[in-house]
Nanobody, 123 residues
């Protein structure tokens, strides 16, 4: 069992930056791939970024490539999402998720989800 708690959301102006964190419980965090997803009001949840268990592979949605960076610190059981050059269309609740297979990616089966953190980007 893995419990995930996101933090770091907030209100930021367009062009600004935020760093989201996702702290995981459990001693097997390093074996999980981790992903970030988001859901904007009235829209379906969408994939944002993912990182394999080792950190050797990362994946990004086209809409965030070059602006967002996913990373992980297995010693701290934490995954991060650095978000730069934020746009109003990035406004959403951001969720982190854990994939037991360790591979990650947009099509992976994510087994555990956090409660989400709200990011609001003003124009």
């Amino acid at each position: 069992q893995v419990q995930l708690v996101e933090s770091g959301g907030g209100l930021v102006q367009a062009g600004g930056s935020l760093r989201l964190s996702c702290a995981a419980s459990g001693r097997t965090f390093s074996s999980y791939a981790m992903g970030w997803f988001r859901q904007a009001p009235g829209k379906e949840r969408e994939f944002v970024a993912a990182i394999s268990w080792s950190g050797g592979n990362t994946y990004y949605a086209d809409s965030v490539k070059g602006r967002f960076t996913i990373s992980r610190d297995n010693a701290k059981n934490t995954v991060y999402l650095q978000m730069n050059s934020l746009k109003p269309e990035d406004t959403a609740v951001y969720y982190c998720a854990a994939d037991y297979s360790g591979l990650g990616g947009p099509a992976a089966q994510y087994d555990y989800w956090g409660q989400g953190t709200l990011v609001t980007v003003s124009s």
